[in-house]
């Protein structure tokens, strides 16, 4: 088995020193941070940044009592913060609300929502482009035929769906806005597999099915766009009780425990190109674009991926993360 990803990067046609060219405002010296989604009670939920430069923590926004938050993604240029969580129900328990924010500065500032109760948002991401938003849908009010999830995008002008992909989640979009890439299950079976498609959500090609390992997951770009990161379980294995609730609070709807080892597949191939060995259960990850970092939310807390030697290391202990996004560094 092949480790690190200078064959892979080749494969890939990967570029090592970083992603699509950034605005003026950028800092070229800064490794920028980890934008995660951190759980300290239940609940009690905060979005916090970790600088790769100083390693300093600082709490981005903290939500309100009793909401629940799901993931983050940042767009690659401006690096604006999209955040998916649930709000409370104000007349009784139980969650009636899923909302996608944008933060910023002055905090945050809704997008879109579902109202009806049982219906969550989850798993969102940025267009390329910054126009439009892709999430999942799930839940049992979702739809007249009672889809478990389904991959949506809705226009921020108009806050109107104008692409839906039943049986679709786990989306990720390249940051060349050429591809996006999801996981696929297959309503019988719930056989998983990862779809490349344009950046429309028409599908292209397979990048790796259920049919050739046991589980899979978490699809994620290279910072270039040549590549995706799959998430893999090649054979079966059993997990100690205590793998499994190493991290209950990182846990909810629309998480797929899956501990596997990271692979890198070229855009054009479907090559599966061994990375790194981790064999721990992922929550999320993110890549770099200021150094061939992968970064993942596991089990442990936060763990990088050195992309150049598939070494992985802990870079936060014992905290439940459930959600990363990498933003640059910008000038003061």
């Not at 983050?72 to 996608?100: I, M, N, Q």
């Not at 267009?127 to 389904?150: F, K, N, R």
């Not at 979009?173 to 890439?181: F, I, K, L, Q, R």
């Not at 629309?254 to 890198?264: I, K, N, S």
């Amino acid at each position: 088995m092949r480790y690190g990803l200078l064959a892979a990067l080749a494969v890939c046609g990967c570029d090592v020193g970083g992603g699509p060219a950034q605005d003026d405002a950028l800092d070229p010296m800064s490794r920028g941070e980890i934008v995660f989604v951190e759980q300290r009670g239940h609940p009690d939920f905060r979005i916090a940044t970790l600088s790769l430069d100083t390693g300093d923590i600082e709490t981005l926004f903290a939500l309100p009592s009793g909401a629940f938050a799901y993931a983050v993604d940042v767009h690659p240029e401006t690096g604006a913060v999209l955040l998916a969580y649930t709000e409370p129900d104000p007349d009784g328990p139980g969650f009636d609300r899923s909302v996608l924010v944008e933060l910023d500065d002055e905090g945050p500032r809704y997008i879109t929502g579902l109202d009806a109760a049982g219906t969550w948002a989850l798993h969102p991401c940025w267009s390329a482009d910054g126009e439009s938003i892709w999430y999942v849908a799930q839940g049992q009010q979702w739809s007249s035929e009672t889809l478990p999830h389904t991959l949506v995008r809705v226009r921020r002008d108009d806050n109107q769906i104008d692409v839906e992909i039943p049986w679709a989640t786990e989306p990720a979009v390249s940051p060349t806005g050429d591809y996006m890439a999801w996981v696929e299950v297959e309503p019988e079976s719930y056989r998983r597999k990862v779809v490349m498609g344009t950046a429309d959500g028409d599908p292209i090609r397979t990048l790796v099915d259920q049919d050739d390992v046991y589980d899979l997951g978490t699809p994620t770009f290279s910072s270039d766009g040549g590549g995706v990161f799959v998430l893999v379980l090649e054979s079966p294995i059993t997990m100690r009780s205590a793998d499994l609730s190493a991290a209950p609070e990182a846990t909810g709807h629309g998480t797929h425990l899956l501990p596997g080892d990271w692979y890198g597949i070229a855009v054009d191939d479907t090559e599966r190109i061994a990375i790194s060995e981790t064999s721990t259960i992922h929550h999320d990850a993110t890549v770099s674009a200021a150094q061939p970092l992968l970064i993942a939310a596991t089990r442990e807390g936060i763990t990088t991926v050195d992309l150049r030697t598939g070494t992985a290391e802990p870079l936060l202990l014992n905290r439940a993360i459930r959600s990363v996004a990498w933003r640059p560094g910008h000038d003061d």
